[in-house]
């Protein structure tokens, strides 16, 4: 049973670029939340998406887009990039429950972005 | 709004002795409450939940974690650390019906020969 898996595992880009970060998500799973862990932090939620739409979101300005698949598979993408953020990103999925216990997140090993 | 104070930032234990990570929360209802672990340059993994019921939770490695509402704690312990539990823990609160995560700012655990 494959985990969430996450691609690419390393990523340099300068400020201003774009980029994207995949990920899939643990078989049987159809929600895909997104974090960011800065160096000596906890993760911080970006957003979530469920049945392709962004169901939520944190606090991060519209320079941090999503994309959902029909697969469930999910896009990262950052535009205009700056140096604040170089971090670690995060995919965790789950299954979409009433509350009622389903809610774990599983997490992927991360991309780990440095923009220069 | 959810959020989450983890007082320690780092924590030395000598190998096999006992060890106690402090959490705690603030939310409004009844939380979903989350250990997960991180070793260096790696993703998350889950090491105990709290969603209801039995107040004291166990987890994978040996790990347990006791939920007191009275004290907004869910404190996370193990009686004997290994070297290879060395890692960064993170403790999580969750909303019900929401999956999303609020995290506090982990805790670094240092194991001593």
């Known amino acids: 049973d494959a985990g969430v ?13 774009q980029v994207t970060l995949r990920c899939s998500p643990k078989s049987g799973h159809d929600t895909v939340s997104w974090y960011q862990q800065a160096l000596g932090q906890g993760p911080q939620f970006i957003f979530q998406y469920y049945e392709e739409e ?9 320079r941090f887009s999503g994309h959902q698949f029909p697969n469930y598979s999910s896009e990262l993408n950052v535009n205009a990039l ?11 999925s789950s299954l979409a429950g009433s509350g009622g216990g389903t ?7 991360g991309t780990r972005l440095t923009v220069l | ?6 007082p320690d930032i780092h924590i030395t234990v000598s190998e096999g002795a006992s060890l106690e990570l402090r959490c705690n929360y603030s939310y409004g209802a009844t939380p979903y409450l ?7 340059g790696q993703g998350l993994q889950l090491l105990l939940k709290y969603f209801s019921g039995d107040t004291l939770v166990q987890g994978i490695k040996g790990f347990e974690a006791e939920f007191k509402r009275s004290q907004s704690s ?18 999580a609160v969750g909303a019900r019906g929401y999956s999303t995560l609020t995290f506090g700012k982990g805790t670094m655990l240092l194991v001593s020969p």
């Open chain 2, 1 to 6: 709004a959810q959020s989450v104070t983890q």
């Open chain 1, 54 to 62: 962004e169901r939520q979101r944190g606090n991060f300005p519209d």
């Open chain 1, 82 to 92: 700056l140096l604040g953020d170089s971090a670690l990103y995060l995919c965790a």
């Open chain 1, 103 to 109: 809610d774990t997140q599983y997490f992927g090993p």
């Open chain 2, 34 to 40: 989350f250990w997960y672990v991180q070793s260096p």
């Open chain 1, 5 to 17: 898996t996450q691609s690419p595992t390393h990523l340099i880009k300068t400020r201003g670029q």
């Open chain 2, 74 to 91: 869910f404190n996370l312990r193990k009686p004997s650390v290994h070297w290879s539990d060395a890692a960064e823990y993170f403790c």
